[in-house]
């Protein structure tokens, strides 16, 4: 199953970075006057990062995307207010919204050249990450 984000399908291969790195208890505690300890706890009503990366080691990439979607994706990131839902290989769904800087993409090396100055729509690039929060 392929990873959607609203309509957008989203490149095979990325993997979900900061799954396990998210509580959903924020908790703060502080010493009273008479040395107990106050701590107070609360549930995260949303927020929770949800960054998507692909992988390299230099010189091999697993994510690749065309100039024409990655412009698509901007193009929906960089709506004001916008949700989607994200719908992960393993069917799971969250409502989320763009992270700041949401995307990091380049354009895919190619041995021994330079990047176009001006790429055509199916040039391909190198999709880094995808960064977004549970809304």
Known sequence: MAITLGAITLPDGLTWE??????????????????ALIVQESTKLAGRP???TGQSDGQNYTVW?????????????NVAG????????????FTV?????????EPLPVYRSFTPASPASGHWYVLRSLKLLTA
Request: negative net charge; charged residues 20%.
């Open 50 to 52: 949800i960054t998507l």
């Open 97 to 105: 919204m763009a992270a700041p800087d949401p995307l990091d993409a």
């Open 82 to 93: 916008a949700r989607w839902t994200l719908t992960l290989h393993d069917a799971r769904t």
């Open 18 to 35: 900061d799954e396990f790195a998210w509580s959903p208890v924020e908790q703060s505690s502080e010493y009273s006057l008479t040395g």
């Open 65 to 77: 995307i065309s100039r024409t979607n990655l412009l698509a994706l901007q193009a929906a990131l």
